[in-house]
């Protein structure tokens, strides 16, 4: 794919309910972040995976919030047990990783409403 | 630990004014600073890094390491500038930090 893919777009879920979004990075890409886009908020910092390094969760913001990324490419956001402040866009992001001139690239998001 | 400080959430001028948008940060190495832009309904995306030293879109920044700031400027606004801009530092284990992001509203 051209880009990072984010599904599903768009997310209604009842309070309570467990929801997983997923995010296809660009391909080759070893760093991929998730942010949350609350409304009128700026990007909050979720978690941040690069390469096989142990991820930086330092960003979560309780124990429902868990992610993973398996074989170093698609990466699983989960919420359990959702509450109505967890109604935010998802966003993912990949970079290439490494230093020097690193730019990320983000999904289009996931609209998470609970209900 | 590395942070990026955007002490102001909304700044709206006239078109044709001129546009500073505030980013400070703290980080004990090098730094590598990015200014990312969200136009309505589409996708962040990169505008542009203090490593290029390029103009983009009539933007600049210059990194002030004594001031630890990375300034976005522009001498005159225009609507299509309307934006939520943010502030990006790359540190520690290439890890991508973001502020907290300004609105752009700019006025015809």
């Known amino acids: 794919g051209a880009g990072v893919s984010q599904s599903p777009s768009n997310k209604v879920t009842e309070k309570g309910k467990d929801v997983e979004l997923r995010c296809d990075p660009i391909s080759g890409h070893t760093a991929l972040y998730w942010y949350r886009q609350s409304l009128g908020q700026g990007l909050e910092f979720l978690i941040y995976f690069q390469g096989n390094s142990a991820p930086d969760k330092s960003g979560l913001p309780s124990d429902r919030f868990s992610a993973e990324r398996t074989g170093g490419s698609v990466s699983t956001l989960t919420i359990q047990r959702t509450q109505q402040e967890d109604s935010a866009v998802y966003l993912c992001?990949?970079?290439?990783?490494?230093?020097?001139?690193?730019?990320?690239?983000f999904g289009q998001g996931t609209r998470l409403t609970v209900v | 630990a590395q942070r990026v400080t955007q002490p102001e959430k909304l700044l709206s001028v006239f078109k044709g004014a001129p546009v500073e948008l505030k980013c400070n940060y703290s980080y004990s190495g090098s730094p590598e600073l990015f200014w990312y832009v969200q136009y309505s309904r589409q996708r962040l995306q990169l505008l542009l890094r203090?490593?290029s030293r390029e103009s983009i879109k009539g933007f600049t920044a210059d990194l002030n390491k004594g001031e630890t700031s990375f300034h976005l400027k522009k001498p005159f606004a225009q609507e299509e500038d309307s934006a939520m801009y943010y502030c990006a530092l790359l540190g520690a284990n290439s890890k991508l930090t973001f502020g907290k992001g300004i609105t752009l509203s700019v006025r015809p």
């Open positions: 992001a990949s970079s290439p990783g490494g230093t020097g001139n690193t730019e990320a690239f």
């Open positions: 203090h490593i």
